[in-house]
């Protein structure tokens, strides 16, 4: 008996996966557990393992090939089995799932019969009108029929239908019937229109960019978009054009605190721990700070009606990759030590590094920090990670004049910027959660508390 | 073409009938020497004789039960309740006998037997006597149930009621024996069971309705008229079988449905309509599919009451806005 292995989902937000490896040649046995081959979703290249014994009979998709969720991409049986039936009924196109195609030729058939008004009580599903549109229709996957925030799309049975058709995205039409309900003459004036050009709440289209290019002549490489990169392009362009940035930022005196990491790690070099960065005061001082003001540590969540201020802090710290960049997530950073802090980060970044995080790693994040102190700039801004409220960029210490009671004497400064999402973070709330982030880094034995 | 009342019209097709054929017969309560409680058989016993326009006592289950019998051995009874709220009283020869004879004998029995009478709400007659029966009889496998609502369809569908081999119920209306209209005068005019007629054609919604139903449905289509809206009205007139593929054909240009049917609402051949017309032509909808029917409660008395239980051409033409999108 095959065994079809189709493309798994591997992240709350994949929709489709490239497979960028094959590991396993046609012909080869397998067994539960091994590692087929390796598959680059929108936010990691994952292993895809085999849950079943058997000899991969197929590759369905070649390596590099990007197929959605659920399309077959591999065939595991028995050594000599016909597995012929089962990639004929993939179709010419391979578009489609086994079972989307089948509903769909189906439907197709039923729909491209001929009307019979000498039976007229049948109850044979047929072409109603024999107005020969319906004939013509291609089987194609059912839209998902949900908004990108995933709510159900509100649409009169003919609305789907003739947007399906003209292949207008339902999410992208308003809807003027009750309650919101798309109905015909919306998707009409839909395609009346044409391709939307400006939304109402501004989505930018990233991806297809109207601007002029360099003349075609001028030489030029092309790179593919990976998964990632959408992924980076799709997300940080919604939070920059939904949420409503303002930033604050602070100057802190580190010297207390480069005195007291410099005691810790003298402790940690003889006791054989891991080392203490900067970076990760700053990660504990933003948990600690963030237990006491809540609305930085939130989510403004339109659909559900709520702002959410979450009772854990799990911080999300941007590290960059060969890709583009990651934020592995220290959770529960409020309860940890600083070491542990450490400890965990590091691994973490590693891994990341190895595009080695699991979804569950890099996902969940309550507040993120972005740091390039380490490349000497002094400040910059952030764009707030959705679905946080806030996002910390963090600069470097540098040595600068600092005037103390009347005299000018040399001071360490670190220069932090706190990226809000207006929506839920007022200026005061962030200049609050700032002070109280400067008082710990300046009085860093709080840390320890 | 001839300018006839209904009750002449249907008069003419059983005459016809009768004169073609000897076997037919009408039995039922004052049909012969009081020319039919409505006039409908008037001078028909003076033609026929009291052979075959036969009187009878007030016995529905005996002279529907006569009529039975007679039809299984080879007379082709028309048997006439005064009105159809009395044919319960005859159910069980009506529901349960006619239409399984066939059936149960392995086809040794034919049954062409016509119940026809009025059918429905006619004024100020109370819960009792206002009985719309045409889901109910409907809803039994081997009933044909016709409901015209124009003399001429009245004429063509109950001479082939009456040429029928099975069952079938035949629902006129009190309040419509009076209408006039042109009525064929072809030799041998026929229409089959199951055929619609679309009585208005328009683009912008579908409005379904039988018997008095079709006239609030006309009324409703002129107001739309007068505010733009084009309506397309189809009279089903067999409710059984229906022409399913005339109002899903209308449906799938308009997008929009509304059954009239002053029958109460819970199982009613307007929920029997709209249940078909999703399951045929759901992509084509761009609306529910609204009803405009009695309300579920017995039929009332005091007349204005009685006008706000019946079906009227405002609660339609509302319907029809809310389907168009356009309140």
Redesign the interface.
């Given at each position: 008996m095959a065994i079809l292995i189709e493309m798994p989902k591997l992240s709350d937000t994949m929709e489709e996966g490239v497979l960028s490896a094959w590991l396993m040649d046609e012909g080869d046995e397998v067994s539960s557990g091994d590692v087929l081959a390796q598959v680059e979703t929108d936010k990691a290249t994952m292993d895809l393992e085999a849950f079943d014994e058997g000899v991969l009979l197929k590759k369905v998709i070649d390596e590099g090939d990007s197929v959605p969720i659920g399309q077959l991409i591999a065939v595991i049986g028995e050594a000599d089995e016909d597995i012929s039936d089962i990639l004929d009924d993939q179709g010419g196109d391979g578009a489609a799932g086994a079972d989307e195609t089948d509903d769909a030729a189906a439907s197709d058939a039923a729909a491209s019969s001929e009307?019979?008004?000498s039976s007229?009580?049948?109850?044979v599903?047929?072409d109603?009108?024999g107005?020969g549109q319906l004939g013509d229709r291609t089987p194609e996957p059912v839209p998902a029929g949900t908004d990108a925030e995933g709510r159900r799309i509100k649409a009169?049975?003919?609305?789907?239908?003739i947007a399906e058709e003209h292949g207008v995205d339902l999410s992208q039409v308003d809807g003027?019937?009750p309650e919101g309900r798309i109905?015909?003459?919306d998707v009409e004036a839909r395609i009346e229109e044409g391709p939307p050009a400006a939304e109402p709440a501004p989505q930018p289209d990233v991806e297809t960019p109207s601007y002029d290019l360099p003349d075609d002549e001028a030489p030029y490489e092309s790179h593919d978009i990976s998964q990632m990169r959408k992924t980076i392009a799709r997300r940080l362009a919604e939070s920059k054009y939904t949420a409503p940035h303002f930033y604050e930022t602070v100057d802190i005196d580190m010297e207390k605190a480069i005195a007291l990491r410099a005691e810790l790690n003298e402790l940690a070099e003889e006791q054989d721990r891991t080392k203490i960065s900067f970076n990760d005061l700053v990660t504990k001082a933003c948990a600690l700070s963030l237990q006491k003001h809540p609305y930085v540590n939130a989510s403004y969540l339109p659909d559900e009606g709520e702002i959410r201020t979450y009772n854990q802090v799990h911080i999300g710290i941007a590290v960059a990759i060969d890709e583009g960049l990651i934020t592995p997530v220290v959770r529960n950073a409020d309860q940890k030590g600083m070491t542990e802090i450490a400890r965990e980060t590091r691994e973490l970044a590693a891994r990341a590094q190895d595009n080695d995080l699991e979804p569950e790693e890099f996902e969940g994040a309550t507040f993120t920090t972005s740091n390039l102190g380490m490349f000497g700039i002094e400040e910059f801004t952030a764009i707030v990670n959705p679905p946080n409220s806030a996002i910390l960029a963090i600069g470097a210490i540098r040595d600068t004049p600092v005037v103390e009671d009347g005299e000018v004497v040399p001071g360490k400064r670190m220069k932090v910027t706190l990226s809000c999402d207006h929506r839920v973070v007022d200026g005061a709330i962030g200049a609050q959660f700032l002070s109280t982030l400067r008082s710990y880094l300046e009085e860093p034995m709080n840390l320890l508390l | 073409m001839a300018t006839l009342q209904f009750r002449e019209a249907l008069r003419a097709a059983m005459t016809e009938e009768m004169e073609r054929d000897d076997d037919i017969f009408l039995i039922g309560e004052e049909v012969a020497e009081y020319d039919g409680a409505y006039k409908v058989s008037k001078g028909m016993l003076d033609q026929f004789g009291p052979q075959r326009v036969i009187d009878t006592p007030i016995s529905e289950l005996g002279f529907a039960g006569l009529g039975v019998g007679a039809a299984m051995n080879g007379l082709r009874p028309i048997v006439e309740f005064m009105t159809f709220n009395f044919s319960y009283v005859g159910f069980d020869q009506v529901v349960n006998n006619a239409p399984n004879v066939r059936y149960m004998s392995g086809g040794q029995f034919e049954m062409p037997i016509v119940f026809r009478g009025p059918n429905g709400a006619a004024g100020q007659l109370a819960a009792t006597h206002s009985n719309s029966t045409e889901a109910l009889y409907s809803n039994f496998p081997g009933l044909k149930v016709v409901s015209p609502s124009i003399p001429d369809d009245g004429k063509g569908l109950l001479k082939t009621a009456i040429r029928e081999d099975d069952p079938v119920i035949f629902l006129e209306s009190e309040l419509m024996y009076g209408l006039k209209d042109e009525v064929s005068e072809e030799a041998d005019y026929t229409i089959p069971l199951?055929?619609a007629r679309v009585a208005r054609e328009g683009s912008d919604v579908t409005i379904v309705a039988h018997s008095k139903s079709h006239h609030v449905a006309m009324d409703a289509a002129e107001q739309l008229a007068e505010k733009g809206y084009e309506a397309e009205v189809i009279d089903p007139r067999t409710i059984?079988?229906?022409?399913?593929?005339?109002i899903?054909?209308s449906?799938?240009?308009t997008?929009r449905l509304v059954v009239i049917d002053e029958s109460n609402p819970f199982a009613s051949v307007a929920s029997e309509i709209t249940h078909?017309v999703q399951?045929?032509?759901?992509?084509?909808?761009?609306?529910p599919i609204l009803r405009v029917t009695a309300p579920d409660v017995p039929a009332p008395y005091a007349p204005n009451l009685m006008d706000a239980y019946m079906p009227g051409a405002d609660e339609t033409v509302d319907k029809c806005l809310r389907v168009l999108?356009a309140e």
């Open positions: 009307p019979t008004p007229p009580d049948s109850d599903v047929e109603p009108a107005d009169s049975p003919l609305a789907r239908r003027s019937g109905i015909r003459r | 199951g055929s059984k079988p229906l022409d399913i593929d005339a899903v054909e449906v799938v240009k997008n078909r399951d045929r032509a759901f992509d084509y909808l761009d609306a999108y």
